[in-house]
């Protein structure tokens, strides 16, 4: 059973999408993603995990001054409003991972389990070149000029583009620009390590070996600070969820089976 329409915050049309019964488990996409970023996981996930699970996919508004890192936690509380769904499983990639751990640090009574996929956060030596890069990019300074350091630069490249490549093309899009430049301030100014010692409940940190973003030691580092965490690592990139379905299907599967809420 499926159900689709539009929920309503600040002016802002809100697609959503719900599939199954149970406890609700809320999908969150990352930057410049939408809902169906989810399709070939939800296509890999067993259809015992639908009679068990109420899956809810929705679209963030565009990521702008008003609706950002800081904001969306409110945002999404209010959301959850108006489904109906005052307690949640929350499964995140990317930035869609990063608003998942401030809602569970602002809110943690609400957050039954949390799920990370990639979730780049700033803790490792790649974040020096993200902030390089939102520096540029603050400065107001030609993409193709921006392209032309980091290629001069093997190190900082190796740093932001990794083994998986970066398609430096987008950064001249005016929809890319802005919202990229706006979500790295928001990623490299918040205090992360402080910033999710609130979250108690139990927890999945899935990543890819190759992911240019995040690495096992940041992990470890950061993560130690909630209270039931498990740390997994699959053969990929930081695009887990259209990379990596099958295992990003299972381990949503097994971790949620082998910690039932109830």
């Not at 488990?25 to 399709?39: A, C, I, M, P, Y």
């Not at 083994?163 to 992360?192: E, M, Q």
Request: hydrophobic share 40%; proline share 6%.
């Amino acid at each position: 059973m499926s159900r689709e329409g539009f929920l309503e915050i600040g002016g802002q049309k809100i697609a959503y999408l719900e599939r199954g019964r149970g406890a609700p488990v809320v999908f969150l996409h990352g930057l410049l993603d939408n809902r169906k970023l989810w399709d070939k996981v939800f296509h890999a996930l067993p259809l015992s995990f639908f009679r068990r699970f109420q899956a809810i996919t929705l679209n963030f508004p565009p990521y702008d001054g008003e609706f950002n890192l800081k904001t969306l936690p409110a945002i999404l509380r209010k959301l959850f409003g108006q489904l109906d769904v005052p307690e949640v499983i929350l499964a995140g990639y990317s930035l869609g991972s990063l608003v998942s751990l401030r809602f569970a640090s602002l809110y943690p009574k609400q957050v039954k389990r949390l799920i990370l996929i990639s979730a780049p956060i700033a803790t490792n030596v790649r974040a020096q070149a993200l902030c390089r890069l939102r520096t540029r990019l603050k400065k107001g300074e030609r993409i193709d000029k921006i392209e032309k350091i980091l290629k001069g630069h093997p190190r900082l490249t190796k740093k932001i583009v990794g083994p998986t490549g970066f398609n430096y093309k987008l950064l001249t899009r005016g929809d890319v620009l802005g919202p990229l430049s706006a979500c790295l301030n928001d990623l490299c100014d918040y205090d992360w390590q402080n910033g999710i010692k609130n979250i108690t409940c139990p927890t999945l940190c899935l990543y890819g070996k190759k992911d240019i973003f995040l690495s096992l030691l940041g992990s470890r580092k950061l993560y130690p600070t909630i209270t039931s965490v498990s740390i997994a690592a699959v053969e990929g990139n930081h695009f887990l969820p259209t990379g990596k379905a099958k295992e990003v299907a299972s381990f949503i599967f097994d971790f949620l089976r082998d910690n039932d809420p109830g």
